[in-house]
């Protein structure tokens, strides 16, 4: 079975730095897209960042400039780099894999982690 850890996460001041990182596991045969969505309170999920194998790295305007993806397709692994971060980055922060497995493609999530940004 697929699964999708994340670490990171956790309380930081407006202004700093924090990491996410989200391993894929479990009966992988390759990876075309890796990203980072978020939910805050009373709000719908929304895209942060993707990596798709191939193509250029996608950001949402709220953090282009901020945020950084990155993967390592060798520990089948996305990381997302958040600088100057700001109280409204305050949400549970998913990752999202678009995994292929046995010859079908499937859209995998992590179980989510807590960002919260004090002002």
């Known amino acids: 079975q697929v699964q999708l850890v994340e670490s990171g996460g956790g309380l930081v001041q407006s202004g700093g730095s924090q990491r996410l990182s989200c391993e894929a596991s479990?009966?992988?045969?390759?990876?075309?897209?890796m990203g980072w969505y978020r939910q805050a309170p009373g709000k719908d999920r929304e895209l942060v960042a993707h990596?798709?194998?191939?193509?250029?790295?996608k950001y949402a305007d709220s953090v282009k400039g901020r945020f950084t993806i990155s993967r390592d397709n060798a520990k089948n692994t996305v990381y997302l780099q958040m600088n100057s971060l700001k109280p409204e980055d305050t949400a549970v922060y998913y990752c999202?894999?678009?995994?292929?497995?046995?010859?079908?493609?499937?859209?995998?999530w992590g179980q989510g982690t807590q960002v919260s940004v004090s002002s």
């Open positions: 990596a798709r194998s191939g193509a250029s790295p």
């Open positions: 999202n894999a678009e995994i292929v497995v046995s010859g079908l493609t499937y859209n995998y």
């Open positions: 479990g009966g992988i045969f390759s990876i075309n897209a």
